[in-house]
Every structure is written in structure tokens, then in C-alpha cells.
């Protein structure tokens, strides 16, 4: 009887296996990156409606409507609206890091390849595609991709501080 499980993966993985320590670091520092990120966001609206207490108001749903959701908010609080084409663009730039990172923080990690030193990742039953492989390589893109854009996001939020008057 053939076996449907092949034996070089390891199944349901846990930390103490030495090959995984390959993702901790990386995972870890994605989720740095995307805290930082998601951090100048709320600065940013902050900023851009000139007043503080904004940056805890400002409640994001979905990743895929997060220009949008900061254009409303901005709007609504009668902010400085100048900059939304630059912010919605390197918005959509980090939307495959905020879908990588959601698949790795709320996904299984149910299968281990040592060998291409990649997980799979079960995601949950609304997603089309229910399994997906995740490359350390991959992991190491979105960090870089969170860090730039927060970066660019700061870059937008200190212009828009210079321009409000106090």
C-alpha cells in the first residue's frame, strides 16, 4: 500500500526541530516588519488629520481596502488628503507581504520540507487556494517589502507634518 504522506516532509511541525529554526528568525522579523508598518500607518493618519488622538480612532478591516478605509477616515475627519495617491500606491506594493504574514500568523503549519526549506501552510476554508508553500527567500521579501514602504510612509507623514500649520 502506498503511503500518501511522503516520508522526506515532516508533518505538523513543531520548533524544537532543528531545521525549522531556519524560519524563526525570519518569521519573527516579519512580524516586526509588519507591526512597524502597520505603526506609521497610524501615524500617518494621525498626521494627516493634524490631530493625535486619530492615531487610535482609526480601526483597519481588510488589507486589500486599506487605501481606501485611510482616504474615508482622512475625509471624514476633514484631513489633508494631498498624498493618497502616493500612500495607496505603496499600500498595494506590501499587500502580497500583509497576505504572506497572515497566512504564516493565522494559517497551519502543517507540512516541512527540509529539503527546499519551505512550509505549507493551511489556510482557512474561505480561501480559494487552501494550501500554500512559504521560502524562508519569501519570507525575507516581505520584510524588506514592509520596511520600504514603512519607510516611504514616513517619508509622506513628515512632509505632511511640515505643511500643517500649528
Same mark, same amino acid.
Given at each position: 500500500m502506498e503511503s500518501t504522506f511522503d516520508l522526506e516532509h515532516h508533518y505538523f511541525p513543531n520548533f524544537d526541530r532543528a531545521e525549522l529554526v531556519d524560519f524563526a528568525i525570519p518569521f519573527c522579523r516579519l512580524m516586526f516588519a509588519f507591526a512597524n508598518c502597520d505603526r506609521e500607518i497610524m501615524r500617518l493618519v494621525s498626521a494627516s488629520t493634524g490631530k493625535s488622538s486619530q492615531e487610535d480612532e482609526f480601526r483597519r478591516g481588510s488589507v486589500a481596502e486599506l487605501g481606501e478605509q485611510i482616504e &474615508? @477616515?482622512?475625509? &471624514?475627519? &476633514?484631513g489633508d488628503g494631498s498624498q493618497m495617491a502616493a500612500i495607496k500606491r505603496h499600500l498595494s506594493r506590501a499587500l502580497a507581504s500583509y497576505k504572506l504574514r497572515n497566512d504564516l500568523a493565522h494559517g497551519h503549519w502543517w507540512k516541512f520540507d527540509p529539503n527546499n526549506k519551505s512550509i505549507s501552510v493551511r489556510r482557512d476554508r474561505s480561501n480559494n487556494e487552501r494550501f500554500v508553500? =512559504?521560502? =524562508? !527567500? !519569501?519570507?525575507?521579501?516581505?520584510?524588506? !517589502? @514592509? $520596511?520600504? =514602504? $514603512?519607510? !516611504?510612509?514616513? &517619508?509622506?507623514r513628515r512632509k505632511i507634518e511640515g505643511s500643517v500649520v500649528r
Open positions: &474615508k @477616515f482622512i475625509v &471624514k475627519h &476633514k508553500e =512559504v521560502t =524562508v !527567500e !519569501e519570507i525575507k521579501r516581505a520584510i524588506s !517589502e @514592509f $520596511e520600504d =514602504v $514603512e519607510i !516611504e510612509l514616513f &517619508k509622506i
